[in-house]
Every structure is written in structure tokens, then in C-alpha cells.
């Protein structure tokens, strides 16, 4: 039965509806997390300062900060349980779904899991921003069988990462290149991960189940799994002199190259245009300057030929590449970061709440009765 005179509205893929309102960010006349334009954020802050401004809604005062940074340093720790389990999964399980497995145990052992007021979402969103990368970090160390680092509280949230899945601290410039993508993925609107954490908790479920949900959305790879995929298409073309040749036998397949297109930026991602500037100076350092290269050359051809440009996990895949992180590592990265977004979602749509349910158009059959089982 077709429905096409029916009034009612409809958007395949909700493209362009306004399903809600939200005071986070915007990324209509640019990527804004609460007013601040992206690129002075990143400029200007630390990934603790934007946690603390998307999760209490202003950017801390040196004392706000402070107390923040203390309480995530505090936080860091993993219920024996959590990292007993962690060591028994198989070593070669999806690093999303062991993140997603983590965070549903974490819920077990939080003090504040039954408690769904303003003030106990965002202590509980605190714990899991300071949570997420250990648990990442810990499975991780157990695939590829090296010990385990114990996390160090004198650390920023970055450097600690880095420190427990590479086994060393970072140089302050490796520091603050993880930064700057923690900064840059933490916050999107109503994406679909996003828009799936509010869905889940608008019924007042709580908040561990709405980031539980939010991951397993994040894992494909239209959304954050992309980024993982760009390091595949990468090393698959392997030479710029291979890129013509490649990206031809590509679109001849009507293969999607990931890490390009977005549903809502249509002439290029502020937030790839970042990322893309600061590589070109630590590309030079870390010695990967030939992805950057094949990158440009990429671009280029994408652009004249498709006019698609590269959205942020194009460039942010090379970044981690640059930091020595295995691919396995980067869309659980994603999830680190997000987590400040989802979570202030969450907080949000709760303030304020109303079930989220929409229709759907039908396009079944017409009525019709059921015969009985011997006459079908
Ligand atoms: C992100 C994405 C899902 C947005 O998609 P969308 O708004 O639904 O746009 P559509 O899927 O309708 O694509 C529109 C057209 O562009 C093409 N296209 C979109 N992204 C493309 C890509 N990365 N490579 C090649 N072609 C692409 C589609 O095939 C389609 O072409 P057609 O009209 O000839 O069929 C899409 O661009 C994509 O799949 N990108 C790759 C995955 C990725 O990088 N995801 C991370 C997003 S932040």
C-alpha cells in the first residue's frame, strides 16, 4: 500500500528534522560546543576543561578546574571484577564491544546507579569519563598480552591513556595532539549515537544504559567506526602514486570511501579542516608526513570527482597513526570522548523530559483476516 498522499511529515533517515532542542552545541554557522566556536577551544583548552564545560555548561574557573581535574583523577580506578572480566575475554573480541560489555559491568558498582537527579548523572558521567580509558587501555594491554600499566594519577586524562597503552608517557606534543582529537570528537548534536543515548533514557531509563546504547550506534561504520576503516583504505592504496588507480577501481565498485560525506556538512567538517593543520607540522615530527601526502592527493581526486570532502575521522585516523596507536584502539578513543557529549545529553533531555516516539509510515499490506492454519 502506498502512503504517498498521506500528510503526514517524513524524512528517510530523519535528514533535516528537528527532533529536539538542545543547549549543547550547534553546528549550524559552525561547530559550537555551549557558544564556543570549536577551533578557539581547541586553542584554548585542555580536554578536562571541555568535559567540565559540556557536562556543568560553562567553562571552569582555575578552582572549578582543579576540583574537576581531582575528581577524575580520583576516579580512576576499575571495580576488581571489571578488570578480572576484562582478562578473561577472548583476546581477539571487538574493542567496541568490549567497551560496551565494560561500561554495562561498571553500572553494577556505581554508588549513584539508582539514583537518576541532575547531580547523580553528572557524578556519574564524571566517573565514567575518568572509567572509559582505563578499561580501554586494560583490555587492550591484555590482546596483544603485554602487561597491564597501572594508571598514573599524576597524569592528565590524555597522557595517562597514552602512558598505559604504550607503556610510556608521551612527549607533551604527543599529549596534546591526543587532546585536541578528544577535544574535537567529544560533542556532535544529534548524531546518531547521540540521539540514540536520549531515546534510551527519555523512557527514564538511566544513564549507563543510554551510553551502553549509545556505543553499540557509535560501532558502525557510517558513524564512529569510520575512523577505523580510513587506516584500511589508507594502507590498501599504500603509495600515492597508487591513489588514481585505486580510487577509479573504487568508484567503479560504487564502493564508499569512509572518512568522506557527512549528512549534515556538505562542503567540508571544520573539525577534518583542524586536524588536517596541525598534522601537516606533526607529520614532519612523527615521520608519517607519506599518509599525509596520499591524504592530499585523495582529497583532491574526491572532491573533483564526487564533490565529497573528508569528515573529521579522515584526518583523525593518520593522527593516531602518527601516535604509534593500533586501529583496533581509535573508534573505543571515540567513545572516551563522546562519552562528556552523550552524557550531557542525557542530563539535558532528563531536565526536561518528554518520551521520545515517533511514527512510522506504513507501507504493509492492506487489512486482511487471518485464515485458519490448514487453509494457508
Ligand atoms: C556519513 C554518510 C553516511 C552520510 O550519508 P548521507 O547523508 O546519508 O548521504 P547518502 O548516503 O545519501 O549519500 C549521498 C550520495 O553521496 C555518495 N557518498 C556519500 N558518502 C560517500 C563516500 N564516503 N564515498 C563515496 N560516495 C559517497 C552516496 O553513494 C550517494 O550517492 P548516490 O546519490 O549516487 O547514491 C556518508 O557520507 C558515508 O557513508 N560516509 C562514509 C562513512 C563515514 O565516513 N562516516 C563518518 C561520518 S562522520
Request: net charge neutral.
Amino acid at each position: 500500500m502506498s502512503n504517498a498522499a498521506s500528510p503526514e511529515v517524513y524524512s528517510p533517515g530523519l535528514e533535516g528534522v528537528i527532533a529536539g532542542e538542545t543547549a549543547i552545541s550547534t553546528v549550524t554557522g559552525g561547530l559550537r560546543y555551549r557558544g564556543y566556536p570549536i577551533g578557539e577551544l581547541v586553542d584554548h583548552c585542555t580536554f578536562e576543561e571541555v568535559a567540565y564545560l559540556l557536562l556543568h555548561g560553562e567553562l571552569p574557573n582555575e578552582t572549578q578546574y582543579q576540583e574537576f581535574d581531582h575528581r577524575l583523577r580520583a576516579a580512576r580506578a576499575l571495580p576488581d571484577v571489571v578488570t578480572q572480566t576484562l582478562g578473561k575475554l577472548p583476546k581477539q573480541a571487538n574493542q567496541m564491544d568490549v567497551i560496551r560489555t565494560a561500561i554495562s559491568m561498571l553500572a553494577h558498582f556505581d554508588p549513584d546507579t539508582g539514583d537518576q537527579t541532575h547531580d547523580a548523572n553528572i557524578r556519574k558521567a564524571e566517573r565514567l569519563v575518568a572509567q572509559i580509558p582505563l578499561a580501554v587501555a586494560h583490555f587492550y594491554r591484555h590482546a596483544i598480552g603485554q602487561p597491564i600499566v597501572p594508571s598514573r594519577s599524576d597524569l592528565s586524562l590524555s597522557a595517562n591513556f597514552l602512558h598505559m597503552v604504550r607503556g610510556t608517557p608521551p612527549s607533551a606534543e604527543e599529549e596534546r595532539a591526543f587532546d585536541i582529537s578528544l577535544i574535537l570528537y567529544a560533542e556532535h548534536e544529534f548524531n546518531a549515537s547521540t540521539f540514540t543515548a536520549r531515546v534510551i533514557c527519555s523512557t527514564m531509563s538511566d544513564l549507563h544504559s543510554s551510553i551502553v546504547g549509545a556505543v553499540g550506534a557509535l560501532k558502525g561504520p557510517l558513524h564512529g567506526g569510520a575512523n577505523e576503516k580510513v587506516m584500511d583504505v589508507l594502507r590498501a592504496i599504500g603509495s600515492v602514486d597508487n591513489v588514481a588507480s585505486w580510487l577509479k577501481d573504487a568508484f567503479a565498485r560504487k564502493e564508499r570511501v569512509m572518512g568522506f560525506g557527512h549528512r549534515v556538512y556538505k562542503t567540508g567538517d571544520v573539525r577534518a579542516a583542524i586536524v588536517k593543520k596541525f598534522m601537516a607540522a606533526f607529520a614532519a615530527k612523527t615521520g608519517t608526513q607519506k599518509w599525509e601526502e596520499m591524504a592530499e592527493k585523495i582529497e583532491a581526486i574526491i572532491a573533483q570527482e564526487k564533490n565529497l570532502f573528508p569528515n573529521l575521522d579522515w584526518p583523525s585516523a593518520r593522527l593516531y597513526h602518527a601516535l604509534k596507536l593500533d586501529v583496533a584502539l581509535y573508534t573505543p578513543i571515540f567513545v572516551m570522548s563522546r562519552v562528556t557529549g552523550w552524557s550531557a545529553h542525557v542530563i539535558e533531555q532528563l531536565d526536561n523530559n518528554r518520551l521520545i516516539r515517533p511514527r512510522a509510515r506504513y507501507t504493509g499490506p492492506e487489512v486482511r483476516a487471518v485464515k485458519p492454519r490448514a487453509q494457508r
